[in-house]
């Protein structure tokens, strides 16, 4: 199936450091969507980003979508103990669904 | 009070019984996914549904088997054949196909030993 990876896997930094995780494709994207799963919780979705370099934010966070349509990124500005989790991406495949990323753990130590 | 709720939270099984997972949605939406994550992983497609009584395999539907009776349930089995059926489940519903955003359950963790 269609390919969608993340990087790093996991990434631990100190309260009030930024993140950013990478998402990329092997082949150009319609759209990209970012969700967040919380420890022991499940995913939320958090965004979607449709056209080429476009730029979203969400009071800390800040999305991107590459002007090729085949990368993004999710950057967060002064993190905070309550960004912990897991990041993933999400891209649509050839069947109506979407093939989810493999995720950046983010762990903040206080 | 609008959601997805799945049952159990926790499941135990022996090796060699088949197991059905519940899902259910009161969002209204169309479409229906079934998803395996394992740790360090990211979600893995099963099985996903457009609409009542259509449904097509993902990536990873082998030993895995579901049914779309109604708008509102995807149930899906998890049968015998599955070799490593120890996983954490995630159902997610969406008003329709990509790229609409999908609505996750809480999840069931099923062990089996």
């Known amino acids: 199936g269609q390919q969608v990876m993340q990087i790093p896997q996991y990434q631990h930094v100190q309260e009030g450091e930024d993140f950013t995780t990478y998402c990329n494709s092997s082949t150009t994207l319609s759209n990209i969507q970012w969700y967040k799963q919380r420890p022991g919780g499940h995913p939320v979705f958090l965004i979607q980003l449709v056209k080429s370099g476009e730029v979203k934010k969400q009071k800390r966070l800040t999305f991107q979508f590459g002007e090729a349509k085949k990368n993004s990124s999710l950057h967060i500005t002064a993190t905070q103990t309550t960004d912990v989790g897991t990041y993933f991406c999400a891209g649509p495949g050839t069947g109506n669904q979407f093939y989810f990323g493999t995720g950046t753990s983010l762990t903040v130590i206080p | 009070d609008g959601g997805i709720t799945q049952s159990p939270k926790y499941l135990f099984r022996k090796e060699g019984q088949n197991v059905t997972l519940s899902c259910e949605q009161n969002l209204n939406h169309d479409a229906m996914y079934w998803y395996r994550q394992d740790p360090g992983q990211g979600l893995r497609l099963i099985y996903y549904s457009q609409i009542v009584n259509d449904f097509q395999k993902g990536d990873i539907a082998e030993g895995y088997s579901v049914s779309r009776e109604k708008k509102e349930s995807f149930p899906l089995t998890v049968t015998s054949a599955q070799k490593n059926p120890t996983a954490f489940y995630l159902c997610?519903?969406?008003?329709?196909?990509?790229?609409?955003?999908?609505?996750f359950g809480p999840g069931t963790r099923l062990t089996v030993t």
């Open positions: 997610a519903s969406s008003k329709g196909p990509a790229p609409y955003e999908q609505y």
